[in-house]
């Protein structure tokens, strides 16, 4: 049986949708704003879209991890989903999607992250409840982050 676990992030940024949009998708400047990062390397060329991937390694516990991330669907400049791929990655497993949706009220906008944990099975299936709880609180600190970095 395939369970999937969410869990829902949300945050207002002072700043416009536009703004909001861009900053997700800016992986240059995710050294500034993003935990334990380590570095980030693309897989293709060009500006993101949909289709193009890269790894993004963070030191977390104390290790270097490396995960495998894909654009999945991108519409400007209310919607991002990106697909982390477990298997190709140091998790070793299970499917991560991780929807952004930007919405704005004058000049505030507020992303809504809903976050999707697949995949998991047998032992795994039993800390994805753990997980999800860890996956969250990351999403928010990078979300805080993120904020605190384009606010200013």
């Known amino acids: 049986m395939n369970v999937s676990i969410c869990f829902e992030v949300k945050r207002t940024f002072q700043v416009s949708q536009q703004k909001a949009y861009s900053s997700l998708l800016d992986l240059e400047s995710a050294k500034h ?13 060009g500006p993101l879209q949909v289709g193009s991937e890269w790894k993004e390694t963070r030191k977390m516990f104390g290790k270097e991890a490396s995960e ?6 991108l519409h400007e400049p209310d919607k991002i989903v990106l697909r982390c791929d477990g298997t190709k990655g140091t998790t ?8 952004y949706i930007i919405t704005s009220t004058g000049n505030q906008s507020e992303i809504t992250l809903n976050g999707e944990i697949k995949g998991l099975t047998g032992l795994s299936r039993l800390f994805g409840k753990l997980m999800a709880g860890t996956f969250k609180k990351a999403c928010t600190k990078d979300l805080d982050a993120l904020k605190e970095y384009i606010e200013n």
Not at 33 to 45: P, S, Y
Not at 68 to 73: A, D, G, S
């Open 68 to 73: 495998h991330f894909e654009v999945v669907e």
């Open 33 to 45: 704003w993003m935990q334990g990062f380590v570095h980030i390397e693309r897989l293709d060329d």
């Open 92 to 99: 070793g497993k299970g499917e991560f999607i991780f929807t």
